[in-house]
């Protein structure tokens, strides 16, 4: 069965600052992705013709903004990363930084290895398990984009994240609902607030970055 629409790729007239590199290496992950979503199912096929939208440029503004909240960063996970939105991204837009991205799915990891190795993404490891099985306190920097709500988020997170960490949330503009729906009793271990806003190159909806800091 043919694509109901042809897939879009519009990053390279959308960021035209950002190095031709890095925006061949996000075109090869779009044409891989459409070449093995049939059989993987890596993500919604409605999305799928406009995934430069949707996915990619989603991934970077939401991306640029975690990096600029954190220009020091040495070390990110992406957790329940799935087709490795954001964190294969992340890691073309900052390859001085280490990006280990979290799937359960063994699949999902086989294609994210392959792209990894067809990028040569040498700053990115692949984790094939549950997020709540990672060390204790071993993640001091975390992101996650589809993974769940907030409250969700942080409570699958409270053994591995220590004291200090912070956890960026990719999030739609129902942002400030799922902020305020943080149980009292984790607002007194995690401190969330808005990192930043941003509007997709296409459409009138705008998406936030969240951060939770861990306070106790």
């Not at 960063?73 to 990363?81: E, F």
Request: proline letters at 5%; one cysteine or more.
């Amino acid at each position: 069965m043919s694509e109901i629409q042809a897939p879009q790729w519009r990053i390279d007239e959308w960021f035209q600052a950002l190095d031709k590199q890095s925006r061949e290496k996000m075109r090869i992950f779009h044409d891989e992705l459409h070449k093995y979503n049939r059989t993987l199912n890596l993500v919604s096929a409605k999305t799928l013709p406009f995934a430069d939208a949707i996915h990619f440029a989603d991934s970077i503004l939401g991306s640029q903004l975690v990096y600029q909240s954190q220009p020091s960063l040495t070390r990110i996970y992406d957790l329940g990363t799935g087709a490795g939105f954001p964190g294969l991204v992340f890691a073309i837009l900052y390859p001085q930084v280490e990006v280990i991205v979290v799937e359960a799915d063994q699949k999902k990891c086989e294609f994210l290895q392959h792209l990894i190795d067809m990028l040569s993404l040498k700053n990115v490891k692949v984790l094939n398990q549950q997020i709540e099985t990672l060390e204790a306190n071993s993640v001091q920097y975390c992101m996650a984009r589809g993974l769940a709500s907030i409250s969700k988020a942080i409570l699958l997170t409270r053994k591995i994240v220590p004291v200090g960490g912070i956890f960026y949330h990719f999030k739609g503009e129902n942002w400030s609902a799922e902020v305020g729906e943080i149980p009292t009793q984790l607002c007194s271990v995690w401190m969330p607030a808005l990192v930043g806003d941003y509007k997709l190159p296409v459409g009138p909806l705008r998406f936030g970055i969240v951060k939770t800091d861990k306070i106790s």
